[in-house]
């Protein structure tokens, strides 16, 4: 499974911008997608994550209520609503892709991963 990360870039505090991880698969169904994020000099942690069929999600508490995650399977893309963004937002996102039922928040449980997108918010 491949997978690429787009949609990065810089806005400002407050601002919006959506994500995108393509898949390159013959389906993307099976898969278990999450996002994660690494800033400067920090661990990568998870920011959300997607079931199967795009009937569970899950957030990091830092990021609940502001992103939204959703997949379109016909397209094999997982998208990542980003609004009310902060500055603390600012980081590299990557997307990850794991082969089981369930949504992990642990970098270790996912086996593909794409190659990030920049996000820059300015305060």
């Known amino acids: 499974v491949q997978l690429q990360a787009s949609g990065g870039g810089s806005v400002q505090a407050g601002g919006s911008l959506r994500l995108s991880c393509a898949a390159s698969?013959?389906?993307?169904?099976?898969?278990?997608v999450g996002w994660f994020r690494q800033a400067p000099g920090k661990e990568r942690e998870f920011v959300a994550g997607i079931s199967r069929s795009g009937g569970s999600t899950y957030y990091a508490d830092s990021v609940k209520g502001r992103f939204t995650i959703s997949r379109d399977n016909a397209k094999k893309t997982v998208y990542l609503q980003m609004t009310s963004l902060k500055p603390e937002d600012t980081a590299v996102y990557f997307c990850?892709?794991?082969?089981?039922?369930?949504?992990?928040?642990?970098?270790?449980?996912?086996?593909?991963w794409g190659q990030g997108t920049l996000v820059t918010v300015s305060s």
């Open positions: 698969v013959r389906t993307i169904s099976p898969y278990v």
């Open positions: 990850a892709a794991r082969d089981s039922s369930t949504i992990q928040i642990l970098t270790r449980e996912y086996a593909y």
